[in-house]
Every structure is written in structure tokens, then in C-alpha cells.
């Protein structure tokens, strides 16, 4: 899928050079949308979904001791 | 006065024309520099770090686009679309990486006590930023491209075919990497 997005991109590329602006940019956003599903399904874990679980916000351990100051 | 408000106009398209050649050219300068990172280091690209190359390719047509057109503003809208895809992608690594976990170490080495990832979110936030100023004193404005010098036309047609070549070489390394499946930092698909 990588290779699929380069290549729609090289001929986005290729087609600007030769002066096709429109359909460059039509070929661009193409491969734009299949990056972002691509972003998308190698991010997604069919454990935490798309959560990041080791991100912790509440407050840990470390702020009890300033608490009890 | 006529005289010097066409003299701040001329000021203007050409601050205008620098700032988004300076731009492309920190662009390819940074898309070379991740192409000798992976072949005279041996940095192998992750997925993620391969789709950050290729925001930044994105913004690369964004800025050539703006840069033969003078009297639209479609290159910038472009250039911000993918630059926003840029942060989305890297603050989305940066965030995965940012406890090591067995498996999910940051990859590749650090430059200036930086990770790669972090650097994309800085170029990203850099990017929207140079894209907005632009915007905020030069967007709207119409003049000819042809106006240029023949020095500032070779420039940029050289810069152009520069980025296009780079995409290619991107393109090769990609299909050497991945092949036609998924990418992983193991090694070369194709060599082994």
C-alpha cells in the first residue's frame, strides 16, 4: 500500500511537469486519502483500539507526597 | 507616490517568492537529509516515518504549485492541508514513543538530543507557521510570474525537477523496502 502512494504520488508529480495541473492535484488527493487510511489502520491495535492506554493523566503516586505538605 | 507604492509592491512579490522558495528548500534539504540518514546510516524508515516523507512531498507540490501560479492561492491551501496531515502523523508517533514500552522504543537516533518524530512535529508547526505569516502579509495579491529573473526561473525549475527526482528515488527505495505489503524496519524486502 506504501508503494501504491509513492507511486500515485511520482505520477502526480510527473503530471504537474507536464503541465496537467488538475488532474496532478486530483492524483495528490488520492494518495492523500489512501495515507490516511493507511495512518489509520497502522495505528488502530485490535487491543486498545485507537486509545493510547499508557498515556496517564490522573494524578499518580508522585504528587502524594505534596499533597500531604 | 505611485512610484514607491509600486517600488512596496515589488518589495512585497519578492519577499513573497523567497519565502516560498526558502521553504522548498528546507524541505528538500530535509527530505535529502532522511534519504542519507537511511542509506549511510542504515536508518531503516518505520511506516509512520515513511508517511511523515510523504507529508512532507505533499507540502513540497503545495509550494511548487504556488510558486508558477501568481494569481491563486491553491498551492498554500495544499501545502497546509498536508502540513496538518505532517502533525497529525508525527504528534500521533511521537505520543506512541513517548514511554518505552517492550517493542516501542523511539526508532532511529537522535539529532541535537531530538528524535525524528519530534523534529516532524516541529517542522509541521514551522510549516503552518511560515504558511500563515505568508499568508498574512503577501495572500491575495496578484502580480506575474513572469516578472522573475531568468536566475530566480532557473532556480525554481531546478528546485522542481530536484524534488520530483528525490520523490522518485523515494519512490525506488519504498519498493525496495516494502515491496508491494507492509513496511517493517526488520530490512530490505527485496535484498534479502
Known sequence: MMAAIYAILLIAFVLDLLGRGRLAVCCLFLSFIICVWLFLWEIYSPEYGFRMPWLQVELGPIFAPLRSV | ?192
Request: with cysteine; proline share 3%.
Open chain 2, 1 to 192: 507616490m505611485r512610484g514607491t507604492k509600486n517600488t512596496g509592491g515589488r518589495i512585497a512579490v519578492v519577499f513573497d517568492r523567497i519565502s516560498l522558495l526558502g521553504m522548498l528548500l528546507i524541505l528538500a534539504a530535509i527530505l535529502t537529509a532522511a534519504m542519507l540518514m537511511q542509506y549511510g546510516f542504515g536508518e531503516i524508515p518505520c511506516p509512520l516515518c515513511l508517511l511523515q516523507r510523504f507529508a512532507m512531498f505533499g507540502c513540497c507540490f503545495g509550494l511548487i504549485v504556488q510558486l508558477r501560479s501568481a494569481t491563486s492561492e491553491q498551492g498554500t491551501g495544499i501545502s497546509l492541508i498536508f502540513a496538518i496531515l505532517l502533525l497529525v502523523i508525527s504528534a500521533r508517533q511521537t505520543l506512541l514513543d513517548l514511554f518505552p514500552r517492550p517493542g516501542h522504543e523511539y526508532i532511529g537516533s537522535a539529532i541535537f538530543g531530538i528524535h525524528m518524530p519530534v523534529w516532524s512535529v516541529l517542522i509541521a508547526v514551522a510549516l503552518l507557521l511560515g504558511l500563515a505569516t505568508r499568508l498574512a502579509f503577501f495572500g491575495g495579491r496578484s502580480y506575474s510570474v513572469m516578472g522573475d529573473g531568468l536566475l530566480t526561473r532557473r532556480l525554481v525549475r531546478g528546485l522542481i525537477i530536484y524534488v520530483v527526482l528525490l520523490c522518485a528515488i523515494n519512490f525506488i527505495s519504498v519498493i525496495i523496502q516494502c515491496g508491494a505489503g507492509e513496511c517493517h524496519t526488520f530490512g530490505y524486502r527485496l535484498l534479502r
